[in-house]
């Protein structure tokens, strides 16, 4: 797929699919992964306006996870969804616009207080309609206003494609093994890094893509690519790498090295 036709129409991220990404790199990953009943999933949406109001690519979440993602930590906190379920059940309070907004993370208390909660931006939905935009913020500031919200992902799908990949592969012991590439902030980076790197013999894989998080995979060298373009809190493109076999890993990242200043647009 070429850079102007992953702009036109980027591959979406599937349940089956990043099931199949899963299985591939880490066999059985998915073992206690635990679908959410459909009682469940109409008693989250309904206070948001019923299914509908539910991003697709969410909905799919929780009907293949939402109760539980077994050994897999995507979030300091939890998405399961009797625990988004309780948490409405509790003490009455104030809520945030559920027109607006929907909760599908809750952070968990740390040494330095309680984690921030991720919600849906329901009002900011992809084109196609399957996903939506999220932001990262404490409840309590996102009701009163005065904090502004973290956008650590454009969207949700993007923010699953980005933890799966760093989970299983960039996080696998030895983690040091992982190389990262500062690209800097030109808006052209991204682009050159994908047509680079596709020129290399890398694909697009199971998880598929967005113009802001693009998984690669190179079948021959076992190697996975991840370009990340730069976002209002990190402000450069980056590209980290991982190859299964080390002396793979070091061919690539030399050629890599070589074109650092070609891929960031200099």
């Avoid at 790199?25 to 999933?41: C, L």
């Amino acid at each position: 797929m070429t850079w102007s036709k992953l702009l036109e129409a980027p591959p979406p991220l599937s349940m089956p699919g990043l099931l199949a990404f899963m299985e591939r790199w880490k066999p059985g990953s998915t073992q206690g992964f635990e679908p959410a009943t459909a009682d469940q999933i109409a008693a989250l949406a309904k206070p948001h306006g019923g299914l509908n109001a539910l991003p697709h690519v969410y909905r799919e979440f929780l009907e293949t996870m939402g109760a539980s993602t077994g050994s897999l930590r995507l979030t300091f906190g939890t998405t399961s969804i009797s625990a988004l379920l309780e948490d409405r059940e509790g003490p009455q309070r104030e809520w945030p616009d559920a027109r607006r907004y929907l909760k599908f993370t809750m952070g968990e208390e740390g040494n330095e207080g309680r984690n921030p909660d991720m919600f849906f931006e329901l009002t900011h939905r992809t084109p196609n309609e399957r996903d939506a935009a999220i932001i990262r913020i404490h409840e309590e500031d996102l009701i009163r206003g005065k904090v502004a919200p973290k956008k650590p992902f454009p969207t949700f799908s993007d923010w699953l494609r980005t933890i799966i990949v760093s989970r299983l592969v960039f996080e696998a012991d030895p983690e040091e093994q992982t190389r990262y590439f500062d690209l800097e902030s030109k808006p052209e980076a991204p682009a050159k890094a994908y047509e680079f790197l596709t020129r290399l013999g890398f694909s697009l894989t199971e998880l598929g893509a967005s113009p802001a998080v693009i998984p690669l995979e190179h079948a021959e060298y076992g190697a996975i690519a991840l370009i990340d373009a730069a976002t209002a809190s990190i402000p450069s493109t980056s590209v980290q790498l991982r190859a299964r076999d080390k002396a793979q890993q070091r061919i690539l990242e030399e050629v890599i090295s070589d074109h650092e200043e070609e891929l960031s647009g200099g």
